[in-house]
């Protein structure tokens, strides 16, 4: 509920689809992480590469998604963080 209430407002559409994805591959797997392959979030979300790139990044740069290792031929892991930063999301579409 706090994750809708309180982060997806402060989220643009493509970082909400890109959220969705990576959520449902790390719970999916039952370790709540994944590796995830860029090709996996841009065929799930139906974005060009750099909006998925760009929405993943935005992502991560705010808590939201943890890369957790390098990169692998399997792809990169990612896990979901647990305190988004509402801070930073906050101030940049200017409500801090």
Partial sequence: NNFIDNVIPLLTSDEVKTYLVVKRLCFGTGNYTAY???ADIMNRTNLSGIR???ALME????DIVLELDD???DGQLY???PVPNL???RSRI???
């Fill in 52 to 54: 998925a790139l760009n």
């Fill in 79 to 81: 896990g979901i963080g």
């Fill in 87 to 89: 801070e930073g999301l």
């Fill in 71 to 73: 990169m692998t031929a």
């Fill in 94 to 96: 200017g409500l801090e």
């Fill in 59 to 62: 992502l991560i740069k705010h």
């Fill in 36 to 38: 995830i392959k860029p």
